[in-house]
Nanobody
């Protein structure tokens, strides 16, 4: 499966952005999906994940209550709504498809397909 992330950009602190991840090649309808991010000089970290049917969502403590992950399997697309953005949210955001369908998937080894990343810059 090929994943294409989009929607990044420059936003002021307190603002919002919505990232999209469009899948092609193979269906993602049976796979959990996730978002990770990597800030300059830091390791790639888990942000959010969603089960194959969208009924279960998981978040890192740093984004819980501010970010919302969702999916539209008919469009083979996963979204990340980011509100109340902070300077510390600045990073390249990657979407990924898991080898599993359910459960909390928050480690990189749970995912075998990755998008190219989209840059989010939050000005303080």
């Amino acid at each position: 499966v090929q994943l294409q992330a989009s929607g990044g950009g420059l936003v002021q602190a307190g603002g919002s952005l919505r990232l999209s991840c469009a899948a092609s090649g193979r269906t993602i309808g049976s796979r959990a999906m996730g978002w990770f991010r990597q800030a300059p000089g830091k390791e790639r970290e888990f942000v959010a994940a969603i089960s194959w049917n969208g009924l279960s969502t998981y978040y890192s403590d740093s984004v819980k209550g501010r970010f919302t992950i969702s999916r539209d399997n008919a469009k083979s697309t996963v979204y990340l709504q980011m509100n109340s953005l902070k300077h510390d949210d600045t990073a390249v955001y990657f979407c990924a498809a898991s080898i599993f369908s359910t459960g909390r998937r928050d480690t990189r080894t749970d995912f075998d397909s990755w998008g190219q990343g989209t840059l989010v810059t939050v000005s303080s």
